[in-house]
């Protein structure tokens, strides 16, 4: 498996189970046992309408994060593999008591962890990637239960031995399982009630997408969306399942993230070009004034962060004025890292001359859709609305689904409300 | 495996790992982070000192307890599977955040659920028994690391399900992995610091044993004394593992259970014949009086009461009279469990005629040594000392290494103190 974006759709197998159907619920839904009834009584909903059912679950509440904070009580920096051995325990005993939940309705249900249902991944401890489930021990169950229970975010590897698949993993375990049995959906029950064309805590009027594309979501993602972790987005596209993204505390649909068919995508090219707009400001800007114009530095900077674990994320290399020998670049860093950045830029500029600064007073602003990059006009229409509010734009950068303008973030807000208005965002909701 | 007390003895492997040292650290000496890196540092010591250890853990503190009271709410008879399943996550928190705490010492460590650490169990959720234990993974891991953690109180079965071992599972654990690696020690670190001719808190002369049989010691186990549970004696004395009881707060000598040398035992029996005096009025006495004298109506009592799940103790049988055609029959039972016998007996007798009732105002005194079958007298030093506070015995049993006697329990305080000093037990400590 190589990174997201470049994995080709494989083959899912026909349904193993019928009539089956997978939720995955996250830790706030699972926050404590009242909430674990309620979760118990939508599953057995289900059931009573005569399916079978394989439940992914997330850990409680908070509990992952109290067992990383006893942990660094213990170890500064606990070793990867005995914070998965201590992490694992938290869905372990998400599923247990879901299962008691449900056999108290009098439901079949049967718990499963990781590695009993089937989950083989790689031996990255903290980020494992899932290799393989066997769906041999669920579609056994399933014969004698109605309901499976699979802890979430936890796998074993070849040699036996635990793993987590680092932040977001329970939604990826549900994908890969529904991908295992051969669902042709997953329902992801969170705490929001789907996607929206931008985050309608900031502008009120952002509606909720009935369905989004596999790639616009995994942009959307990728630029810090916390309803679905990318791994997932990528897994679900490559086997084509349906993520059906909802509330846990409603009845109502939510978003389906899906490949959208031809003649939507063509509609959406004149119509509605973009599908969400999202903002960034978790990020800092590094400029590199007056380094030598000449072949390597730009190696010896970035090699220089990435060896010291500084992500860098936009990057722009200013023309140089004619005659002139020196030049500027600028890159963007996750803003809690922008000092371990300055400190390990600095003395490589001590030797090649030149000065490095901060600024975290900016923004990146993104806006994402299937049809960006075959609909003329739209960068304008973009850079026209962040006009339009009098904001400079500091640096741009575009893929074939998405366009990303930084800007500073004092204007950001402002920003974005413009820009969700100039592409008709708002009245989606009423279609 | 059958039960205890009729098990042979069987070879134990020669050591397959050279120098080890085998800790068992019971809940409360792993209460908090604080007590975590006591034991942290004292499994170092041993470390420096040459030894490669292999420890067993318990959950931390309460910890089980908390997880059963979760389950409890969501279910009030909880599936033995899915709490076998929850209870499970406890040891696996204690023993990664062990090992953590080993790596901040620079410690060289590993930990390994039951599962993992090859204990192979039977399929009887909620108290397991440990079928087989392969040491190939903890041999191979100590290769590498100089200690290994194993997760007590669990293993998997067959099929792979997670199962627990019943309570005082993690000394039995502990003694597992002592057998399976060839070693001839287990160290037990508990919050006592022995095994003690009685209950210290009742009779403050008591005094700590240097040494105790094994059978000695499965009699005041199943007798209540909490320091081992009888299981993991008697798998200790089937493998002729030594069990160092010991405190875990603090470096002296506790109490070894072993097998005592023949010579020893011939001293014990002029001077010592008594090695431990135990009180237990956690049962009550249920009397039935009047029924009939004819074959089969035991049977039909006991067999009720068994189908019922309530264990019977000791039991006596009346004399009937003269001419008398209906008897009476005398046992004790958990006293929690009385009202349940009554309601099992009283509908029997209403067909067969009789009364039955209930009475817990009884208590069970026990000596206990291997010497007590083949000294004469001790019987009678017994009931002398009894008597000479004025106390009835109302019921009597005997094993080759124990004398039970069932007396008032508001005489019964008085009865340890007298029995105590008439086999001269306080002057061990002196010896």
């Not at 009580?73 to 992490?87: F, G, I, K, S, T």
């Not at 549900?174 to 502008?203: K, S």
């Not at 114009?293 to 900077?301: E, K």
Request: charged share 20%; aromatic share 4%; proline share 4%.
């Amino acid at each position: 498996m190589d990174g997201v974006g470049h994995a080709p759709t494989e083959r899912r197998p026909e349904p193993l189970v019928p009539g089956l159907v997978v939720h995955k619920y996250g830790g706030t839904s699972l926050g404590d046992v009242e909430r674990i009834r309620k979760v118990a009584t939508r599953i057995q909903r289900t059931v009573d309408r005569g399916h079978k059912v394989a439940v992914t679950v997330s850990a409680m509440g908070h509990s992952t994060d109290q067992l990383i904070a006893t942990a660094r009580e213990v170890h500064a920096r606990p070793d990867r593999r005995e914070l998965d051995m201590l992490m694992a325990t938290g869905e372990q005993v998400s599923v247990a008591l879901l299962c008691m939940a449900l056999q108290h309705h009098g439901v079949r249900a049967r718990s499963f962890t990781g590695a009993q249902a089937g989950l083989l991944t790689d031996g990255v401890f903290g980020s494992a990637r899932i290799l393989q489930v066997d769906p041999t021990p669920l579609v056994r169950a399933l014969e004698q239960v109605d309901v499976v229970l699979i802890a979430g975010f936890q796998g074993v590897d070849a040699a036996g031995e635990l793993t987590t698949l680092g932040r977001g993993g329970s939604d990826t375990t549900a994908v890969a399982i529904a991908a295992a049995l051969g669902a042709e959906e997953c329902e992801v029950f969170t705490d929001t009630d789907g996607v929206y064309t931008t985050d309608p805590h900031l502008i009120p009027s952002a509606a909720k997408l009935a369905c989004i594309d596999y790639d616009e979501m995994l942009e959307l993602a990728a630029l810090g969306a916390e309803v679905l972790h990318p791994r997932s987005v990528w897994y679900a596209r490559r086997y084509r399942i349906r993520i059906h993204v909802r509330s846990s505390f409603s009845f109502q649909d939510g978003t389906v993230v899906t490949a959208l068919p031809r003649a939507q995508e063509t509609a959406m090219k004149t119509d509605r070009p973009v599908t969400g707009v999202a903002l960034d400001d978790q990020h800092a800007r590094i400029n590199v004034l007056g380094v030598p114009d000449v072949p390597g530095v730009a190696g010896r900077i970035f090699g220089a962060l990435g060896a010291a674990g500084v992500n860098v994320d936009m990057i722009i290399q200013g023309v140089p004025g004619a005659g002139d020998s020196r030049q500027q670049m600028s890159f963007t860093v996750p803003r809690d890292l922008a000092g371990d950045a300055v400190e390990v830029v600095r003395p490589l500029l001590a030797e090649l001359g030149g000065e490095v600064s901060a600024d975290d007073g900016i923004a990146k602003l993104s806006i994402v859709g299937v049809a960006i990059g075959s609909t003329p006009g739209v960068a304008g229409r973009l850079f026209a609305a962040v006009a339009g509010i009098g904001a400079n734009i500091e640096m741009i950068t575009t893929s074939e689904v998405r366009i990303s303008v930084v800007i500073p973030k004092l204007l950001a807000e402002q920003a974005l409300q413009a820009v969700h208005d100039a592409f008709d965002l708002g009245r989606v909701a009423g279609e």
